[in-house]
């Protein structure tokens, strides 16, 4: 095996590190994780030797629960579009390993990689070790969200790990003003701005049993909100006025988000502008916001990013739609129960007649514990008329959540394709189908629909 | 009517413990038993009457300071209740406040309430993964625990199970849980209760006895529960 040696040249590192990503290719796999392995266990210092000297421009790293692939997707079409050459990882490989790999397959052997501009996404576990290794020159932090607690630890925990990091960077932040804990990491950075939204909507859901953060981030009285728009995302003060929703420096107005798209409206210095997109949901508001924001400050014009913001399209596993004999099938990606239930509101409960495949598998990255989905509201699914499969390595527990909310008629099919096929068979040509996978799942299901309908693999 | 009184509902909810409320008052609804959820948090007068059941969950550090003072104010009631048979469960970071005290590695101490005789100790290590424990009372039991607390259980104080798989109390003694009368402290999450049907309805027939109705509960499709719990047991830690 490999011998740690940082003595190693630089080329050296890079070059075992390709030839490893190159057979991993060969055996059909992304093979995210594999080059940045080896070249870590070469030289444990390599990714911020490879990160120095390139991206003169900045490096950007997206933080938080939520949205991280979908605003970093956003942030890089923008500024593409505007001119840059940008490294983005898009795999969604967002662990030290996962970026060291999409260094490696970026750069030449002398360790140059042709872009001026870094966009990453960052696991929040990972985050501290990997600001400490790239410096990024900005840095966004999307929401937090209770989620896989078995991996991540409990939410404080995590928002701690953030501050600390935070600390310790010379960037500038982006912060949702919107979600309390969020906002409280203000006085951990240096120079920090606040993305937020004005909205006259509040949740329909029921869904407070998922959110954490209904008390005040300094003393732990409890947050008044003038609205709640999801989770505990929203307008709020605390009780004693200790703490409040602080003043946004770019703000959206009037959002109107549908299934399929969403619009807003925003002033970027003293131009305003309305803000579309095709993809849905109000929680992409945000994503679609921190985007702005950040490349807005970065010297983008408000009229490449409006006409960018018009033609971009979902991340991978991210209400991706796949046509599939001839149904609109769309992929949701669920991880966590405020994700489940932004699902639940904009997807599932909307549509009189609604066709869905769950999938939830328990390996690492989905989390081994599944007790988060008895804190999604799935009891909202129990009045209308549904077309409910459950599957995956815990389709029981899903079918047991399924029958404790009292939604009555939902089949279990053990193998997710054979799910996928029924619902194709019992919903008219032109009809859509939701799938709900877990991490795992999504990429297991998304590799069969690829083979069947030659989209692309994620990692092409 | 059986009230599920939810304690502390906006602190101590943390994995999935809803589903513990939302198991009771299903399997009451599915019997025709009148049930409500009643919640009682931070500052609110607790009333324990014939009938109620009493759930707390676990929670984040810091809700469990705050949480650890109110529950004195509450604590000679709690401990009433359960002397006179009143039904509790008990989950986690719940647990633990039911006993003698909970010392972690740093900070300060948080007090108890004593239902249990047991104190927890904090860990470096954290126990997480899945948990299978038999019990004499409800034979394979199946959860998902995490936590670094080490509980140790008095020598009169009867545990809930033997660990099969897992951890449990404290990683060592091979105990998990504890039982007085019929209040249960345990680590077991997932949620626990759905995929213990056989808890849930014990908990139930006994607020049933508190109110003098039918004790015997009309039987339940279970099969689903069975199949969950079954996957569940084959789990590796």
Not at chain 2, 30 to 44: A, H, P, Y
Request: glycine share 10%.
């Amino acid at each position: 095996m490999l011998v740690y040696n940082s003595g190693m040249p630089k080329q050296l590192t890079i070059l075992s590190a390709k030839i490893a990503f190159r057979i991993g290719r060969l055996f059909g796999k992304g093979g995210s994780a594999l080059p940045g392995l080896v070249a870590e266990r070469i030289d444990p210092q390599v990714l911020s030797k490879l990160v120095r000297g390139n991206f003169r421009k900045g490096i950007i790293l997206i933080t938080g629960t939520n949205g991280k692939t979908t605003t970093a997707l956003l942030t890089a079409e923008i500024l593409r579009a505007d001119g840059r050459t940008v490294l983005h990882n898009r795999g969604g490989s967002n662990l030290m390993r996962g970026l060291l790999s999409t260094m490696i397959q970026a750069c030449n052997l002398g360790g140059r990689v042709k872009a001026d501009t870094a966009v990453f996404e960052v696991d929040e576990n990972a985050f501290p070790a990997i600001v400490a290794a790239v410096k990024p020159t900005h840095i966004i932090v999307t929401n937090l969200f209770r989620d896989q607690l078995d991996r991540y630890g409990e939410l404080d925990a995590t928002a701690q790990k953030l501050a600390g990091a935070l600390r310790k960077a010379d960037a500038m932040a982006w912060l949702n003003a919107d979600d309390p804990l969020v906002a409280s990491l203000a006085s951990a950075t240096k120079n920090s701005s606040f993305f937020g939204v004005q909205a006259s909507t509040s949740t329909k859901l029921d869904d407070e049993w998922s959110a954490d953060s209904l008390v005040s981030p300094k003393s732990g009285v409890p947050l008044i909100y003038s609205k709640r728009y999801y989770s505990h995302i929203g307008i709020y003060k605390s009780s004693n006025g200790d703490f409040s929703r602080p003043k946004a420096d770019i703000e959206a107005t009037h959002p109107q988000a549908k299934q399929d798209q969403l619009s807003f409206q925003l002033k970027l210095g003293n131009r305003e502008i309305t803000v579309r997109t095709k993809l849905g949901g109000f929680y992409n508001v945000y994503n679609v916001l921190a985007a702005v924001a950040v490349t807005y400050q970065l010297g983008v014009s408000p009229d490449t990013i409006r006409v960018t913001m018009q033609e971009s399209k979902p991340a991978f596993g991210r209400l991706e739609r796949i046509d599939y004999k001839g149904r609109e099938l769309y992929l949701l990606l669920v991880k966590n129960p405020v994700g489940f239930n932004q699902i639940i509101e904009t997807f599932l409960l909307p549509d009189h007649e609604v066709s869905a495949l769950i999938i939830i598998n328990d390996n690492i990255a989905d989390g081994r514990d599944v007790s988060w989905l008895w804190d999604a509201n799935l009891e909202a699914l129990s009045e209308k008329k549904r077309n409910l499969i459950v599957s995956g390595q815990r389709a029981d527990d899903m079918a047991l959540r399924l029958k404790y909310a009292n939604v009555a008629k939902f089949t279990t099919k053990a193998n997710p394709e054979h799910g996928i096929d029924k619902l194709v068979t019992s919903v008219k040509p032109g009809q859509k189908i939701y799938i709900v996978p877990t991490y795992t799942a999504m990429l297991s299901i998304r590799s069969w629909l690829a083979k069947k309908t030659g989209i692309q693999e994620y990692w092409q | 009517m059986i009230r599920i009184i939810h304690l502390y509902p906006k602190e101590m909810n943390i994995y999935g413990d809803r589903g513990n409320v939302v198991a009771l008052n299903a399997r009451c609804a599915w019997r025709n038993i009148q049930s409500k959820i009643v919640f009682c948090g931070l500052g609110d007068k607790l009333s324990i009457a014939p009938g109620d059941i009493v759930f707390i969950g676990g929670g984040q550090d810091r809700g469990q300071s705050r949480v650890a003072a109110d529950l004195e104010t509450k604590a000679d009631v709690i401990r009433q209740a359960v002397e006179s048979g009143t039904p509790l469960l008990a989950i986690c970071g719940g647990y633990q406040l039911l006993g003698h005290h909970f010392r972690p590695i740093e900070g300060p101490e948080l007090g108890g309430i004593g239902v249990f005789d047991a104190k927890t100790m904090g860990g470096s290590e954290r126990m997480i993964g899945n948990i299978v424990v038999e019990s004499k009372h409800f034979g394979r039991l199946v959860g998902f625990e995490n936590h670094s607390g080490q509980t140790i259980l008095g020598e009169k104080q009867a545990e809930l199970g033997v660990v099969r798989r897992g951890c449990g109390n404290n990683g060592k003694d091979q105990g998990e849980g504890a039982m007085t009368q019929h209040a249960i402290g345990t680590y077991m999450h997932g949620s626990f209760l759905p995929k213990n049907p056989a808890v849930t309805d014990w908990l139930i027939a006994a607020a049933q006895e508190q109110l003098g109705e039918p004790t015997v509960l009309k039987k339940l499709d279970d099969s689903l529960e069975r199949k969950a719990s079954d996957y569940a047991a084959r789990l590796e830690p």
